[in-house]
């Protein structure tokens, strides 16, 4: 299916992010891992050693010059991109009252304007080779609260609407754009987690980064061109179950 295909994950360090590598990898495709952290060197290392076709790159994408760099190199490399998985991303969880300008700016500009930039520049190459994929990972979290989340909210909320304009917008370059809100993935030991940790979940458990990539794999096969500007809640059901406190 992703045989001769170049797909780019951002992010590719992390527990999704390795689930995503893994499953582009393992469907055939070229995949350039983005990440700012060097682990990733690490990580594509082991999958080269199993003979994927997986390629590094290091890149802060909360600096706008390093994204368009690197997708100038990414052209020049492999000359098409086919598939973008958005998926970098983190949060700052401190009370609206001590949150600064720059921690805000910080998760904005990492979280929301990267996922732009990586979205105009992915698409460029896109519409010159018949069109492309863009999944963008947002959160449950764009669609309910806890405290202290502002910042993190307010990015993965405004992907949401990146997702869907963006779709409009690339729809006549045959360029598809979804988002995907996982709810609880864990990323750490699934062993520790408790009863009471699946029981929220109407499916009967907690999420693992495998149910990420299975969705992925979905809205960009090239035969689910029909799906295009959708937000795919993958969470269990949790966010659709009513949770009461005795």
């Known amino acids: 299916m992703y045989q001769g295909k170049v797909v780019v994950i951002t992010g590719a360090s992390g527990g999704i992010g390795r689930a995503l590598l893994q499953a582009y990898a393992e469907q055939g495709a070229t995949v350039v891992a983005v990440d700012k952290a060097k682990e990733v060197e690490v990580v594509t290392s082991r999958l080269q050693a199993q003979k994927y076709d997986v390629h590094p790159y290091v890149c802060n994408l909360s600096v706008p010059d390093e994204i368009v760099k ?9 000359g098409r991109m086919d598939v973008l998985i958005n998926n970098a991303g983190f949060g700052i969880f401190v009370s609206p009252y001590d949150l600064t300008v720059e921690q805000w700016d910080d998760v904005i500009h990492t979280n929301l304007r990267g996922t732009f930039l990586c979205s105009r520049e992915a698409a460029k190459m896109m519409r010159t080779h018949g069109g492309g994929a863009i999944v963008n990972i947002s959160s449950t979290r764009a669609l309910m609260s806890e405290a202290n989340s502002e910042a993190y909210a307010a990015s993965k909320g405004g992907i949401l609407s990146l ?12 360029i598809t754009v979804n988002a995907i809100c996982p709810g609880w993935i864990e990323t750490g030991d699934y062993e520790q987690l408790r009863d009471e940790d699946h029981a929220q979940h109407p499916s009967g458990r907690v999420g693992k980064p495998d149910d990420i990539a299975r969705a992925c794999l979905y809205l960009t096969n090239p035969d689910n061109h029909f799906v295009t500007g959708i937000q795919l809640v993958v969470d269990g059901g949790m966010t659709r179950k009513m949770i009461y406190v005795e």
């Open 163 to 174: 997702t869907h304009a963006l779709a409009v917008s690339l729809g006549p370059d045959r």
């Open 70 to 78: 690197m997708f100038e190199q990414i052209g020049e490399s492999f």
